[in-house]
């Protein structure tokens, strides 16, 4: 069995967990054996209270507590949904609008039932129109745009096939019902086999719509014998409620995924921003976590804003591709004025972003860790530290303004402040290079510490042969006093051999058994010095993090320029480009110009 040793990494992981347990609510164990009151609170969510004395009263009145406390319980709970509910509509006023304007799609559609006269026998069908409504009608113009088109194609392409094989079902005479089925197995195998092709993704709710409507005009038109009057039907009305659907979203408070895609990345550069200058300031300021919050050792949601800032900007990745995919299909609106807008460059310049994120999560997880680096080492390199810190977290700023705005840099270098932070740092760290690693573990050292190690065992050696030799001459001499009891002893006089003194076996005994325990305890010291050593090296992994962080900008930085100039965006404000000659036509254009700008605000 492994016996753990005091000061070690592993004794002081014991401990820590040891704390964790006892500062764990879980962990608690209530009881009462007087027979009055037991509780339990082992498992969370449940209190397990017995009360002897209120067990007469309870049942007497059980029927109209129960009720009541059921009636309460369901007015929380109304009054906690009422209250989220108006939370989501106050934090995104949009999700209002599109509600409305989903109902009264709904509500037009539905006016195809009352209409008796000229389109009876439409109004029979103008099921399929409320439910293209329902599917094609989304949140965004782009979205819309995308579904509205996969079921146009769907459903015509479904239709002309379905036509096709009807006759060709007729012609078979006997065999029709065979033909319909083994049509019905093959169009259904070779399309969803077709949908499974990465590339055909987007299109997966158009091949949907395509099976649907080709089993529905078989099936209905081979009991009915109207083929071409049921695919026609079902095709003019769901144009009907895409055509409705898109006019009513576009025309009232259009919503674009493009406008969302933007102003989210932009939104990533400042949540990042935050979180570096978090973790700079919880390091530097020795922030300690009592106990890890689970939802961050299972990265989920959590109200920690370091956290929380860089875990957005890395699980926004698949929101920004369904935004990319709506995107391309709406139409040039408003600052996006040109036609194949450059939206993938968003995606290109959000993951080099994220690719920085990926280093303050780094950041975050060194004081997260369970070896830290002493206070006083970490004041050492405070200032530029900090300076870092500072100057990235600007950097990132910049550019989310830049893309807000949609704004090119300017002249001057963005990186040249954080480029002097850093070789400033790399300085601080080659001068006070002697506090992050143990003197004991430098080469040199080592070195002189076997060196010591071996003089001290050979030497060790040599006394343990001389006091080998010393005991063989006293065996002798006792032998020779046992042959000869008349010989006279005190004329024979012991000399120690060469080297070890006449007194040894008093003295050195002692002296060796000191060494031999000393030589014992060097892997104990070792040993001890390992927890110390970790936790010096722990300030060199948050160092280079940090460089790391800022050589990662100069991609950011460059990706920026490429999107800046794809999309035309405008000349900086400082820039002489930039300045409009001022006269009677320009101050006329002001005049109808809006002067506010709509922001979105995306909810973590």
């Not at 060199?540 to 965006?569: Q, Y």
Request: proline share 4%; aromatic share 12%; with cysteine.
């Amino acid at each position: 069995m492994a016996i753990t040793k005091l000061n070690s990494f592993r004794q002081n992981l014991k401990d820590k967990r040891e704390r964790d347990k006892l500062l764990s609510p879980s962990s608690s164990l209530t009881s009462s054996i007087n027979g009055i009151k037991l509780e339990y609170s082992e498992l969370p969510g449940f209190n397990h209270t017995f009360d002897y004395q209120n067990q007469t009263s309870f049942s007497s009145s059980g029927c109209f507590l129960n009720f009541q406390e059921w009636f309460l319980k369901l007015w929380k709970n109304v009054k906690i949904v009422a209250l989220m509910a108006y939370g989501m509509g106050k934090s995104d006023p949009r999700k209002i609008i599109f509600s409305a304007k989903m109902g009264l799609a709904l509500m037009l559609i539905s006016l195809l039932m009352f209409l008796k006269e000229p389109l009876e026998d439409l109004s029979n069908y103008c099921v399929w129109a409320i439910l293209t409504v329902v599917v094609v009608f989304e949140f965004s113009i782009g979205a819309t745009l995308s579904k509205g088109f996969n079921r146009a194609l769907g459903t015509l392409s479904a239709g002309g096939l379905a036509l096709a094989m009807a006759e060709l079902s007729e012609l078979a005479g006997e065999w029709e019902e065979v033909v319909v089925i083994v049509g019905i197995f093959i169009v259904g195998s070779c399309v969803t086999y077709a949908k499974l092709y990465p590339t055909m993704k987007p299109y997966e709710y158009g091949f949907r719509v395509f099976l649907i409507t080709y089993c529905f005009i078989e099936v209905s038109g081979y009991r009915t014998r109207e083929f071409i009057n049921t695919a026609v039907s079902r095709f003019l009305l769901i144009a009907l409620g895409a055509g409705v659907s898109l006019v009513v979203n576009i025309c009232i408070y259009p919503i674009w995924a493009g406008e969302d895609l933007h102003y989210l990345v932009a939104k990533n550069f400042a949540d990042v921003a935050i979180s570096l200058e978090g973790c700079i300031s919880g390091y530097l300021n020795c922030v300690e976590y009592k106990r890890v919050p689970s939802k961050i050792l299972t990265y989920q949601a959590s109200d920690d804003p370091v956290y929380s800032g860089y875990r957005s900007a890395v699980q926004s990745s698949s929101q920004e591709d369904a935004l990319v995919g709506f995107a391309v299909w709406e139409p040039p609106h408003g600052p996006y004025k040109r036609f194949k807008y450059p939206w993938k460059s968003y995606v290109k310049l959000s993951g080099a972003l994220r690719h920085c994120a990926f280093m303050v999560m780094a950041l975050h997880g060194c004081i997260l860790a369970e070896i830290q680096a002493p206070a006083e080492k970490r004041q050492v390199f405070r200032c530029e530290l900090q300076r870092v810190g500072n100057a990235g977290a600007a950097v990132l700023r910049e550019l989310g303004n830049k893309v807000k705005n949609m704004e090119k840099l300017g002249s001057e270098d963005l990186l040249y402040e954080v480029h002097e932070a850093v070789e400033q740092l790399q300085k601080k760290v080659d001068k006070k290079s002697y506090l992050l690693v143990t003197s004991e573990k430098w080469e040199i050292g080592e070195r002189f510490e076997e060196a010591v190690k071996e003089q001290t065992i050979s030497t060790f050696s040599q006394h343990v042969k001389s006091l080998s030799d010393a005991a063989i001459h006293f065996d002798s001499l006792n032998l020779s006093r046992s042959w000869d009891d008349k010989t006279d002893n005190s004329e024979i006089k012991y000399e120690p051999p060469f080297g070890v003194p006449a007194n040894s076996s008093d003295n050195q005994m002692p002296q060796l058994t000191h060494m031999l325990n000393k030589v014992d305890t060097v892997p104990e010291e070792d040993d001890s010095k390992t927890y110390e050593s970790a936790s010096a090296l722990s300030l060199v992994t948050f160092t280079s993090l940090l460089i790391e962080f800022v050589a990662r900008l100069e991609n950011l930085v460059d990706l920026f320029g490429e999107l800046s100039e794809v999309a035309k965006f405008k000349e900086p404000v400082d820039s002489p480009e930039a300045i409009e000659p001022v006269g009677l036509w320009s101050r006329f254009r002001r005049c109808f110009r809006s002067g506010k700008e709509d922001e979105y605000l995306f909810p973590r």
